[in-house]
């Protein structure tokens, strides 16, 4: 196993930045959908390029969690994002090359990537 | 399913829905090509009734979701190999689900992304359950226990994004050696 002395050191300065970014942000949320239908159409990769995304821009108020199976999974991957004082908007069909525009455009900037939610794919049929 | 390790993935979640607070997932690869997947878990376990069903697609309890699709096409996918998947599992007490596959057969699916799929588990949950993966093959040895880890993080989430960080590196560097390259 790598160095477990290395996440001691880690450690120390995490609690430093928790202590400060309560004070500084509201938290954001994405949720993905990792039932038998979300993994089989490829979620796994999806979320890990959230994660990914988010520790390279530093974002420490948002947070990766999965959810269950909710009833359309022809439309997997499917992520919910949430973010505060905004109306969930919900992404589909997802891979990992789109997760870097919906962290930059939506979570950043606060401006939802309309052509990859569930209302555009619904519009297209 | 694509892949060995998005089915572990699958699978372990029922684990995790069981409500078990240690998962642990043993992967041996035998000298002869033979591969078998045991998750074993200390969650509530199922009735025998229960029990009897959840190999058939279309015996699922609806409401919960708790078994669906997932273990029947882990266990055709076994069977193909001319393996098998068996469960035992005591109400109150736990499951243990062993998975056997010939990797050696032409309808074997690939390993996949075995570390992606442990890392997944630990960044979804990262407060509960443990998860104590070992895995062995002609290679060697490998091995990650949640429990370790948390206590040298000092028992914050392992989602933090400074620990995910480690994680990640350290799952990767643990588990390919063993399982990664090798012909599956």
Known sequence: MKSLAELEAIRQKTLENIAMRKEVHDSARVVVGMATCGIAAGARPVMLAFVEEINKRKLDHVTVSQ?????????????DVYLPGQEKVTYVKLTPDMVPRIVAEHIVNGRPVLEYTIGAAEEKK | MRDLSLHLLDLTQNSVSAGASLVEIMLTLEENGWLTMVIRDNGKGMSPELLARVTSPFATTRTTRKVGLGIPMMMENAEKT????????????????????????????????????????????????????????????????TREIRQAAGGLPLNEPAIAAWLQEAVYEE????????NL
Do not use: Y
């Open chain 2, 82 to 145: 001319g393996g098998g998947l068996t469960i035992r599992s005591t109400e109150g007490k736990g499951t243990e689900l062993t998975v056997t596959l010939d990797t050696g057969n032409i309808d074997c699916l690939p390993l996949g992304d075995l570390p992606g799929t442990l890392l997944s588990l630990i960044l979804m949950h990262p407060d509960r359950p443990d998860f104590h993966f070992h895995g062995a093959s002609p290679q060697g040895e490998c091995d990650v226990d």
């Open chain 1, 67 to 79: 959810t269950g199976c909710v009833g359309m999974c022809r439309l997997e991957p499917m992520v």
């Open chain 2, 175 to 182: 588990i390919n050696p063993i399982f990664g390259g090798a």
